[in-house]
Structures are given as C-alpha cells and as structure tokens.
C-alpha cells in the first residue's frame, strides 16, 4: 500500500522490544496494528508506573514506547507517502519528545496526551483493512 512500507526494520524493532508475538505471519497492515496495540499497551504501563513512582519500570515503559514510535512505526513510513507521511512522521516525533518529557518529570499528562492522539491514528489504521 501506497501509505506505509513496513520493512525488516520494523519487523526486527518489534521483536527487539519484546512484545509477544510472531511477526513472522503477520501481513504488513497487521504487523502496524500490532505496533499501535503495543505501544497503546506500553503506554498504559508507563503511566501506571508514573502514577505508583517505580522508576525503573516507567523508564522501561517508556523507552519501550519512544523505539515503537521510532523504530516501529516511523520507520515504517513510505517515502512515497506525501503529505500523510510528513504529517504522521511529525506526530511521531513529537511523541517521543513528549515522551521524553514525561521520563524526566514524571508527567502523566503528557503520556496522556501521546495516548489521546496516537489513538486516532491507530483507529483509523485499523478501519481501512479493506482499501488495501
């Protein structure tokens, strides 16, 4: 599809990460559908860990979360992509530094905020299935 080219970086960024699955089988749309589900997922952790102040474990949430982003998900962009591209490229990015932000001062707002709108992205994702 003309939007995202998921490659073998993308593919071996998910596995490094950790999450259980097998990439191996999954066709490209669902291999970022599984992206967007594991980073919803290590979102959801960091801000739980934020919340009961175990550092160590939201550290871990969100490092996890920054290299879906960018290894996963950015990677993932089609340079051929246009517009979308540059304009998810950029939501991305400042994701991660959003996320960043929330490492260094413990800010469940601002995983809050990546959450809220990576969510319709990922949403959206998931609804064209059939355009492919």
Do not use: C
Request: glycine share 6%; proline share 2%.
């Amino acid at each position: 599809n003309m939007y995202l080219s998921v490659n073998s970086r993308a593919a071996s960024a998910y596995t490094r990460v950790g999450v259980e699955t097998s990439v191996q089988g999954a066709d490209a749309h669902e291999l970022i559908n599984l992206l967007f589900g594991a980073l919803m997922e290590t979102l959801a952790q960091a801000k739980a860990a934020i919340e009961r102040e175990d550092l160590p474990a939201k550290g871990k949430a969100i490092g996890q979360a920054a290299r879906l982003l960018d290894e996963g998900l950015k990677a993932g962009l089609s340079p051929q992509g246009g517009e979308l591209t540059a304009r998810l490229s950029t939501l991305y990015t400042y994701s991660i530094r959003r996320l960043t932000e929330a490492n260094v001062h413990n800010d469940v707002a601002a995983v809050d905020e990546v959450r809220s709108l990576i969510e319709p992205v990922a949403d959206s994702w998931k609804s064209i299935r059939n355009d492919i």
